[in-house]
């Protein structure tokens, strides 16, 4: 996934040069994200940024299961990505942690010049390409989402709690 990132992270900011981003431009008409635009590519750029499994066998001798692995990982993580709904804005989809949410995806496709990266947002970091507010915007969605109850006995005790 470290290596991917890697990858992503330079193709795509490759597919946002003056040269390539006509050939990309698609996928970027999606200015609000949604699971539709997820694959919504030209051949040019889905190539770059897909290519990776193609070269890093040459690199590191995956087994054909963790490649198999990654692309359905990749499908799903993909359109969390574009789904324009925020899962995940926690303290670990902001600094100092690498991880990232539905937000920075967001971000990416309304300013297009921030937030390249794809499962971390180290690149974005040292690089300075992530977007400046990002961080206080997953904060703020962290803030005001309402709390998400994993066990129904944590559900009863909280109805119970608003109902005395």
């Not at 992503?8 to 050939?23: A, D, G, I, Q, V």
């Not at 670990?92 to 967001?106: G, I, K, N």
């Not at 947002?121 to 109850?149: C, H, M």
């Amino acid at each position: 996934m470290i290596l991917y990132d890697a990858w992503f992270y330079f193709m795509h900011r490759l597919l946002h040069t003056k040269w390539l981003y006509p050939l990309y431009a698609l996928h970027h008409k999606s200015v609000a994200p949604t699971i539709w635009s997820t694959y919504s590519e030209d051949v040019f750029d889905n190539f770059l940024l897909q290519s990776f499994s193609a070269v890093v066998v040459f690199v590191v001798p995956f087994p054909p299961v963790i490649l198999i692995g990654h692309r359905l990982f990749e499908h799903f993580n993909g359109m969390i990505g574009h789904c324009g709904f925020e899962y995940f804005a926690t303290s670990t989809a902001r600094y100092p942690s690498p991880l990232l949410c539905t937000t920075f995806h967001d971000q990416h496709h309304s300013g297009f010049k921030y937030n390249y990266a794809n499962y971390f947002s180290f690149w974005d970091r040292v690089l300075g390409t992530l977007a400046p507010n990002y961080d206080q915007r997953v904060k703020t969605f962290e803030d005001e989402a309402p709390r998400i109850a994993i066990s129904p006995s944590v559900v009863l005790a909280e109805a119970q709690e608003k109902a005395d």
